[in-house]
């Protein structure tokens, strides 16, 4: 059975959200792919079952464009029902040696791992609020465990820049419940590392045969939407985030502790706070 009726994916020219744009058109699910490569999309279209997948071009770093790229995307399909949020890079700084940092492609991985996506939930959340109210909503997040741990120490940006939309995603999951959107499901996926050109020597010089390091694609991307179909509340875990997520897990204990604590802040809080604002 089809997972969605239409879902967008943002970052489906390579990797995981190309492969899990083939996955889904396969299994009846209608995509519009988004990237910066335009010769990436058109090659994704001979991939997939004929007329499953449309494309659009955007780069999210690009701020000012989301949301006039938001308006065209849903004019033209209304009928979208889940967001994939997918696209990131990652690269190797070494503060060790500072004068080795470039700040300006720091700040660019920054832009496109977190502050891009703050403008696209913006952006996206009008609709996908409306959607809840009459049907189950996904909002996917491929976030990543380095977030949680950030035992990749040659990435501390990259694990920053996780743990900064891990904790956005957080609040903003509890904002929705808080506004009355409980069918709107924030879903945040913690993968392994995975075989995507995220390592490839075209982005981290540094790495030979990167592309080859970690979980193969194929068998990623079948548990993610075995997963994904399975109806998960907050995360979706594969390999070492399993241990996190599970029941007694250092992350299901922060989700307990924040669920518990929110709500006495917000008493704490209640009395300061300007009702006439
Ligand atoms: N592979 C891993 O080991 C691993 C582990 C944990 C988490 N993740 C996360 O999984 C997600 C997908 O990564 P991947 O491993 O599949 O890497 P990938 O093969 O390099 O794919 C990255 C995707 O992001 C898109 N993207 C990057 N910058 C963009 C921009 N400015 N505007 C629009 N799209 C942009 C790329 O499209 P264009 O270049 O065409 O724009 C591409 O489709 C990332 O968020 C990554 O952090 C990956």
């Known amino acids: 059975m089809a ?3 239409k879902a967008l994916i943002v970052g489906a020219t390579s990797g995981i959200g190309e492969a899990l744009a083939i996955k889904l058109a396969e299994t009846g699910s209608r ?4 990237g ?15 007329g499953m997948i449309s494309t659009m071009v955007l780069d999210i770093t690009d701020l000012p464009s989301i949301a006039s790229f938001v308006k065209a995307l849903f ?8 967001v994939v949020l997918n696209s990131g890079v990652q690269r190797a700084f070494d503060f060790g040696k500072p004068d080795t940092v470039d700040l300006g492609t720091l700040e660019l991985e920054l832009k496109t791992n977190y502050t891009a996506y703050v403008y696209l939930v913006t952006a996206l959340l ?16 491929i976030s990543a465990t380095l977030g949680l741990v950030p ?27 808080d506004a009355g959107f409980e069918k709107l499901r924030i879903i ?6 995975v075989q995507t050109e995220l390592h490839d020597t075209v982005h981290q010089p540094d790495l030979i045969g990167g592309n080859s390091l970690g979980m193969p694609l194929a068998a990623f991307t079948n548990e993610l939407f075995a997963k994904l179909g399975a109806g998960p ?3 979706v875990g594969i390999g070492p985030a399993e241990i996190l997520i599970a029941e007694g897990g250092l992350e299901y204990q922060r989700q307990e502790m924040f669920e518990t604590q929110q709500v006495h802040v917000k008493a704490a809080l209640g009395k300061f706070l300007n009702k006439t604002c």
């Open 3 to 5: 997972l969605y009726k």
């Open 31 to 34: 995509v519009v792919a988004v």
């Open 36 to 50: 910066r490569r335009v010769e990436r999309l058109q090659a994704l279209l001979g991939k997939a079952p004929h």
């Open 75 to 82: 004019s033209a399909h209304p009928d979208i029902d889940a």
């Open 126 to 141: 009008p609709h996908l609020q409306e959607l809840s109210k009459v049907q189950e909503t996904q909002l996917v997040f």
């Open 151 to 177: 035992s990749l120490v040659r990435t501390p940006n990259y694990n920053a820049s996780k743990a900064a939309l891990h904790s956005f995603i957080t609040t903003v999951r509890q904002q929705q419940i």
């Open 188 to 193: 945040e996926v913690f993968p392994p590392a």
């Open 233 to 235: 509340k907050l995360f």
